[in-house]
């Protein structure tokens, strides 16, 4: 399995909703990615997981709340969004983070959530 | 400051013809570029990764080339194809740490 899977893949959700995004990888990578991009720019990296542990946080608003339970699945909880937060979400994983010097060919995207907050 | 610069925004082609999209960077100390090609609301995939002493790498009808003197990489593709169409990210990669800096991409379309 050389994939990084996303559910849902469209999300619909009012802004007093709550859902949560899910990502899972079973390529054995340690660390763990959520990305938000919006149409025509690239990618914003917002946290980054190793090895379970929350590494980076890019000033991420607190409404947006990461979750890595265990090596293989990281979650993204979502609560009072706003309409500015539809995006699409991607997750992304790589068999090491920060390790200086490396070139980590095995960094790979999911297919991402499509996010709509109404 | 770390930048990535891509050209043109944006392309139209006709299938069967070739294209070559433009990355500039000033990311330092460099580690490794790569482009990915992104289709409309899906994730990036990975088409080519080259390090500091790779000057071309090929995949299929994608084949890039990286200059780490003048900060400048390509990708060419040959006989283009309409699935062709989709946004061309360059990405790059510094010594220090995992962090990608992440161009505004190509926007390329093939028509038939």
């Known amino acids: 399995d050389t994939e990084v899977t996303q559910t849902p893949k469209h999300l619909v959700m009012g802004m007093t909703n709550k859902k949560s995004l899910k990502c899972e990888q079973h390529?054995?990578?340690?660390?763990m990615y959520w990305y938000k991009q919006k149409a025509k720019k690239p990618p914003e990296l917002m946290f980054v997981?190793?090895?379970?542990?929350?590494?980076i946080n890019e000033s991420v608003p607190s409404r947006f709340s990461p979750e890595c339970p265990n090596s293989s699945l990281l979650n993204l909880h979502l609560h009072a969004l706003q309409p500015e937060d539809s995006a699409l979400y991607l997750c992304a994983s790589s068999p090491y983070f920060n390790l200086a010097g490396a070139v980590d060919y095995g960094y790979t995207f999911g297919s991402g959530t499509r996010l709509t907050v109404v | 400051k770390n930048q990535v610069e891509q050209s043109p925004q944006s392309l139209i082609i006709l299938e069967g013809k070739n294209c070559t999209l433009q990355?500039?960077?000033?990311?330092?100390?460099?580690?490794?570029l790569r482009w990915y090609k992104q289709d409309t609301g899906r994730g990036p995939v990975s088409l080519t990764i080259m390090t500091f002493s790779e000057n071309t790498k090929s995949n299929g009808r994608y084949t890039a080339t990286l200059d780490a003197d003048t900060k400048q990489s390509s990708l060419h593709i040959t006989a283009s194809q309409l699935s062709d169409s989709a946004s061309y990210i360059c990405v790059v990669s510094a010594v220090t740490g995992n962090q990608f800096y992440f161009g505004t991409g190509t926007s390329l379309t093939v028509i038939p």
């Open positions: 997981y190793s090895y379970e542990k929350l590494s």
């Open positions: 990355c500039n960077y000033t990311v330092s100390p460099f580690s490794n």
């Open positions: 390529m054995g990578h340690r660390a």
